[in-house]
RNA sequence: GGCGCCGUACCCAAGUGGUAAGGGAGAGGUCUGCAAAACCUUUAUGCGGCGGUCCGAAUCCGCCCGGCGCCUCCA
């Protein structure tokens, strides 16, 4: 088996083939940095993460970029209205700058939280002016764009293969336009490249057509090439940003260099929260800080991919119910897993300090952990399909939960076990964090008092008094305490 | 109007030609003082409906019904 990867430039999975071997280079749409992150965002970076960890798990060198988005994105993409920064700055009383920084951290915070590998290279904007200019000025050059009153234009009747990612041609976009055509553009569908800016605009620069701004599609053609080459391996983005912003990208990278601009395009789908699709006008949006509040960030990961990043993902209480309680379910098994190495080594360390090497000859039940690693590969390979792989994952966990039960283990299995949830749920998925709370994991002065308390309660039980035990008990739980007692003693966890 | 997606049990969700993964919820059982956890069994002769192709279809084709998305904002 080897990847497959659904490209939307052929509508189809083709087999992933690296354009240097061993190496990827992918860039994937950043967020304009003008509010709190929302869900939508968590199910974007979340999905691209899992196509970074896995790559590099397949062993490829990746390059990861991913921009900051902190000029030139206007709240119409028709080339019209304000730049959101400066709207938000205006709103917020504050420099642009400032807006940027506030949502950049905020972002970084919120991606963090979520198990988010970050970007090799999170480049902005702002920051590649220069090198944006030098891409409109070489697209005139070339006789692909032109200077109307200060700002540039794409025209986008000079390259036949427009529409080619959208399968959207411009001379069908004509006829259903819904925006007024700006009487500077020489075709509807002619996009900027560069924006005149008024005097009162904050951030401006110097041009050669005058004091302006880069257009929002440009930044991620100049970004990408400078990091990544004229021609890179992965391009994702969300969906809905496959018309305008990527069918723009590819006119001017591909008009500039005259080379293939990307060779693979990843498109992730939206959020719908009860059904309906999530945005600012319907005002449904939540922000990933207050749905932490609520469900924690690995839930939320976790729920995410339990579904396909190519389907729409709905979020509902109940949705997000069960997916908490089936991680809860998932990360039991690896605390019990790892409690019971912990309990194994101690045994051990005396077994062997009294010579005894009776304990070694325990038998354990057969696992076939190849057979669940190649099962979890082949998922994968399948066009990143998490749902089926946490499946799998399932699955293994039923047999590991069968063979703790049973009492009947050793020392390597329970170890390679505990190595693969790791490789598999954590390296890969980000699902399984490599230390799950456990009674014997930290060693404060809280966990000793209640490890004195399940004494005082092993003791009521002795005696029978089951009125007082179960007391203890419900008291514990309701300080966040869950008590569980088993064949060989009482466990605790924090629930 | 143009382009596209989806409809799988009570809920979520894989499966895209070979006879329905997984999770949640429910039911029964084992273990346990009880509980929890865990395990076992169980819950879709059927995958929106109707036709068609095929030895064989949830999977392919056609029509119909229902829901949604992009073409404004938004990942």
Redesign the pocket.
Known sequence: MSLKIYNTLV?QKEEFKTIVEGRVNIYV?G??VYGHS?I??A??YVSFDIVVRYLRYLGYKTLYVQNITDVG??????DE?ED?IEKQSKKDRVHPMQVVETYTRSYFEDMDALGVVRPDISPRATGHIIEQIEIARDLIKKGFAYEKNGSVYFNVTKFKEYGKL???PPE??E?????DVNPEKKHAADFALWKKAESEHIMQWQSPWGMGFPGWHLECSAMSMKYLGETFDIHG????????HHECEIAQSECSTGKQFVKYWIH?????VG???????LGNVINLKDAFKKYSPLVVRFFIL???YR????F?D??L???S??LE?LL??IR?LREEIEKLRKLEDRKIDAQDSSFKSQDSGFIDLAGFKKAFGE?MD??F?T??A??IL??L??EV??I??GGKTNMQTLQSIDALYNELGGTVLGIIPSHVETQTSSGADENDLIQFIIELRTEA?AQKL??M??KI?DGLKNLGI??????DGTTWRRG
């Open positions: 509508r749409c967020p304009t929302h939508g965002h199910k974007s994105h206007l709240t119409d993409d028709a209205g959101k959208s399968r959207r069908e976009m006829a259903g336009a819904r925006v983005g969300g969906m809905e940003n496959q018309f305008p992730n789908n939206m959020v719908t059904g309906q699709k999530m945005g600012k006008s339990q579904s396909h389907s729409t993902l709905d509902t109940e949705a119910e069960g997916a309680k089936g379910k039991n098994t019990n998922a399948d066009d399909n749902p089926q946490i499946g399932f699955d966990n039923r939960n069968t703790l039960a039980r089951w009125a035990s179960d008990r869950v008590i569980e007692d088993k064949k």
